[in-house]
């Protein structure tokens, strides 16, 4: 992909009606286009959505749904919070 993201964004908005639309269409154009983050097909627990997060970062966002993380592991490749209400 070689537009430029003003180009990509106003190419996504320009045919859509409302905010809706525009959302999907978003969703659709990462999905189609980039890698990672992106959609695993080919897991035994069916398709899921993935992306890249720094740990402290994923631990932030958890930690914003007012769940306690109790711990953050990184094994370089994948990144687990595990919390509790």
């Known amino acids: ?4 993201l003003a180009e ?11 905010l ?5 269409g978003f969703l659709q ?10 959609w ?4 035994p627990m069916g398709r899921r959505w993935f992306s890249i997060w720094a740990p ?3 631990a932030g966002e958890v930690a914003k749904a007012q769940l ?3 711990e953050v592991l990184d094994d370089g490749q994948w990144v687990e919070v595990r919390a509790r209400r």
């Open 20 to 24: 809706n639309e525009r959302l999907s």
């Open 68 to 70: 306690f993380v109790e």
């Open 29 to 38: 154009v990462f999905t189609d286009e980039v890698t990672v983050p992106g």
């Open 8 to 18: 990509l964004i106003d190419e996504i908005a320009l045919d859509a009606y409302g």
């Open 56 to 58: 402290a970062a994923f």
């Open 40 to 43: 695993a097909d080919d897991l």
């Open 1 to 4: 992909m070689a537009q430029s």
